[in-house]
């Protein structure tokens, strides 16, 4: 199989890694500056819209995609890796301790959506499969 056709499969995870370079980015940009709205504006942005679209996106491509039992895992790694960005950022950022219920709980919003969106395409799979075969 060429790598072409894998990225071709695979092309969430690619969109989730843009939203982590794009959330890094405007974490820093909202660190250096002086204004807390900026803050709060760029907080909603990242956990409250691009990494729960990200999770989302995975949750929907490979809820349509993958039939195996196995997909169920992609919403808690999702969810976990979501924990994990949010711990390094507390930990490189030098904020003070780290808020590990206060990460875990913006998370779940990424995980959340992921879980939704792969419950609702798997469903949506289902009906099509069904349809074409009867």
């Known amino acids: 199989m060429k790598t072409g056709s894998r990225m071709k499969n695979h092309w969430p995870l690619l969109f989730a890694a843009l939203a982590v370079i794009v959330s890094i980015i405007l974490g820093i940009a909202a660190s250096n500056s002086t204004d ?31 039939s195996s039992p196995l997909k169920w895992m992609l919403a808690p790694a999702v969810y976990v890796a979501t924990v994990l960005y949010l ?8 904020a ?3 808020d590990i219920g206060s990460d875990c709980s913006v998370g779940l919003f990424t995980g959340i959506a992921c879980l939704c969106v792969e419950i609702i395409a798997s469903i949506i799979a289902w009906l099509v499969r069904r349809k074409s075969i009867g």
Not at 36 to 60: E, N, S, Y
């Open 96 to 98: 003070g301790s780290v």
């Open 36 to 66: 807390t709205g900026a803050a709060i504006a760029v907080g909603v942005i990242i956990f409250m819209f691009l990494l729960p679209l990200a999770g989302a996106v995975i949750g929907g491509w490979y809820g349509w995609r993958i």
């Open 87 to 94: 711990i390094i950022g507390d930990l490189i950022s030098d």
